[in-house]
C-alpha cells in the first residue's frame, strides 16, 4: 500500500504534463481570438462540464476563511494571470518560436521552490539539489538549441520572453499554495473552485479589454468552441484534476521539477507536427532530463 501511495503522485504529474504539452498546439487554432476571451471560455466551458461530477463534494465541503483566500488566490495566479500571460506569450510569437515561451518551465522551480520554503518550511534534500540543477540546466539546453537564445528573431520575442517570465512567477507559486490547499481540501473541490472564481474574476476583464473599436465581446466560432472545449476535457480541466491528485501526494520541490517533462514532450512534439529537427545536442541533454527525472522519483520513494 504504501509502495502504490509512493509512485502514484509522481506518475499522476508525469501524466498532466504529459498533457499540458498539447496545450500550445491546440491553442495554435485560437491564434486570432484575444488571450482573455481564450481564458474565460476554457474555463467558463469547463466550469460546466466539471459542475455535475463534483457538485456533491463541493456542496458537501467548508471552506475556512485562510482556504477561501487560497482559492481565490490560486485562481488569480494560476488561473488568470498564469494562463493569461501563456496564451499572450505563444501569441506574441504566432505560435512558432515556442522555445521562447518554454522559458516559464526553467524558471517556475525557481518561485515554487522558494515559496515552498518560505509557506510550507520545506526542507530540501541535498541529492535533490543536485538532480534539480541538472533536470533544469538539460531542459534549458532541450528548449534552446546549443544553448542559444536569439531574441533578434521574431518581432515580440523579448516581449514573449517577459509574459513566459510572469507565467513562471504565477505557476510555480500557485503550486504552493494549492499545496497548502491540497492538505485540507479535496482536489475535486480545489478544481472547481478554481475554474469558478477565475471564470468569475476573467469576466469583467472580458468587458474592459473587448475591441475598442466597436465595443463588442470577440466570440468564438463554432469551430473555435469546438477547440476549447477540447481544451477544457483535456490539457485544462482533466489535467488540472490529474496534476493536483499528484500534488496531493507529492512535495513541491519534487513536482515541479517532475513538471520538466512538459518542454521535453512539447519539443518532441513540436518535431512531429511542425517537423523541427532536434540536433545532436538536445538529444543528448534530453536523456539527461529523463534520467534527473528518474532519480527524483527515484528520491521521493527513498523519502516516503
Known sequence: MEKSYTYTGPIFILIAATLWAFDGLIRQHLYSLPPITIIFFEHLIGLII???FVFKYVRETKLAKQEWWLVVLIAILSGLFGTLWFTTALGKVQYISISVVFLLQKLQPIFAITSARIFLKEKLDGRYIKWALLAIVAAYFVTFKNGYVDFATGEGTIVAALYALGAAFAWGSSTTFSKMLLGKVDSK??????????????????????NSADASISIPTVNQFGWLALIAVSTGMVALLIYYKGLAKTSVHISTILELTFP???????MIVNNTVLSVSQWIVSLALVFSIYQITKLREENS
Open 50 to 52: 466539471l459542475s455535475p
Open 189 to 210: 473541490v480545489s478544481t472547481f473552485y478554481r475554474f469558478l472564481f477565475t471564470t468569475i474574476v476573467a469576466l469583467p476583464l472580458l468587458f474592459l479589454f473587448s
Open 264 to 270: 521535453f514532450i512539447a519539443i518532441l512534439l513540436d
